[in-house]
T-cell receptor
Framework: NAGVTQTPKFQVLKTGQSMTLQCAQD?????MSWYRQDPGMGLRLIHY???????DQGEVPNGYNVSRSTTEDFPLRLLSAAPSQTSVYFC?????????????FGSGTRLTVV | GEDVEQSLFLSVREGDSSVINCTYT??????LYWYKQEPGAGLQLLTY?????DMKQDQRLTVLLNKKDKHLSLRIADTQTGDSAIYFC???????????FGKGTKLSVKP
């Protein structure tokens, strides 16, 4: 009964480094998304996917890439980290047509770029 | 896109009622949600309301929806110290059904 699993929980990067934030769900949810949370800004949508092979941009996509090769996994890639990407990142998933269940969120990845 | 608006802070005494307000933007939103976030944790779905409802009650929680004014509120009865958290209003928007969040209201409960 894992739900949405995010790894790692914490990460420190140097400016210019690359890394991938992992997100996996075991609920067979078609929809997956990535948000970033900054103080006083709420959650802002980075990228989302409505199914395997389909991705699209959200409100703040610049500096991030995603892919969706399987239903279960939705990794978020930072190709060249910048201090402005210091944030807490949340992955979420849902099944279309089950609006009353909302989205299920992972526990987050806290990223610091120095 | 347009913003979902919430007040940023609310302070109440233990045992009082708390009311957190939100205005949303898309009159065609089908579902509206309230999420709770405790310090250092992820988001927990508290409750939802479907757009054809005016009110929904779930134990200590009451959600009121005014579609004309695009106003949503969450009332917590008999507020406890364990209710201290950040509360997010969110609307399910557009054909893709993306969740758009407000900035969150930090609820502080004083003993």
């Amino acid at each position: 009964n894992a739900g949405v699993t995010q790894t790692p929980k914490f990460q420190v990067l140097k400016t210019g480094q690359s890394m991938t934030l992992q997100c996996a769900q075991d609920m067979n949810h078609e929809y997956m998304s990535w948000y970033r949370q900054d103080p006083g800004m709420g959650l802002r949508l980075i990228h989302y996917s409505v199914g395997a092979g389909i991705t699209d941009q959200g409100e703040v996509p610049n500096g991030y890439n995603v892919s969706r090769s399987t239903t279960e996994d939705f990794p978020l890639r930072l190709l060249s980290a910048a201090p402005s990407q210091t944030s807490v990142y949340f992955c979420a998933s849902s099944r279309p047509g089950q609006g009353r269940n909302g989205y299920t969120f992972g526990s987050g990845t806290r990223l610091t770029v120095v | 896109g347009e913003d979902v608006e919430q007040s940023l802070f609310l302070s109440v005494r233990e045992g009082d009622s708390s009311v957190i307000n939100c205005t949303y933007t898309d009159s065609s939103s089908t579902y509206l949600y309230w999420y709770k976030q405790e310090p250092g944790a992820g988001l927990q779905l508290l409750t939802y309301i479907f757009s054809n409802m005016d009110m929904k009650q779930d134990q200590r929680l009451t959600v009121l929806l005014n579609k004309k004014d695009k106003h949503l509120s969450l009332r917590i009865a008999d507020t406890q110290t364990g209710d201290s958290a950040i509360y997010f209003c969110a609307e399910k928007r557009g054909s893709q059904g993306n969740l758009i969040f407000g900035k969150g209201t930090k609820l502080s409960v004083k003993p």
